[in-house]
């Protein structure tokens, strides 16, 4: 059974930073490596959006209000995703979520993890 875990969000303050990882468990590194990863997040009130993706090719992807201060990367032989988030903003304030759509299209989904930012 395929398992994402997120960890390192918390409280980050304007101008600042913080780095999210996302673990994936129950899936060879062949299927990682396959596999689009991403990060979306959802604000109080507000629907989930996609904050970025990088695919097999290491190829990327970014909402605009988080480009040039955002990096996704990818650690293949770690199965694991990053997200370094720079120059934070109090409108970054949301649960991000990491997902994983594998080469078959099938989408999973971490628990999430609360980034709050705020002086």
């Known amino acids: 059974q395929v398992q994402l875990v997120e960890s390192g969000g918390g409280l980050g303050q304007p101008g600042g930073s913080l780095r999210l990882s996302c673990a994936a468990s129950?899936?060879?590194?062949?299927?990682?490596?396959?596999?689009?990863m991403g990060w979306y997040r959802q604000a109080p009130g507000r629907q989930r959006e996609l904050v970025a993706t990088?695919?097999?090719?290491?190829?990327?992807n970014y909402l605009d209000s988080v480009k040039g201060r955002f990096t996704i990367s990818r650690d293949s032989a770690k199965n694991t995703v990053y997200l370094q988030m720079n120059n934070l903003r109090p409108e970054d304030t949301a649960v991000y979520y990491c997902?994983?759509?594998?080469?078959?299209?099938?989408?999973?989904w971490g628990q999430g993890t609360q980034v709050t930012v705020s002086s």
């Open positions: 997902n994983a759509r594998s080469s078959a299209n099938n989408n999973y």
């Open positions: 129950g899936v060879t590194r062949i299927a990682f490596f396959l596999a689009t």
């Open positions: 990088v695919n097999n090719g290491g190829s990327t």
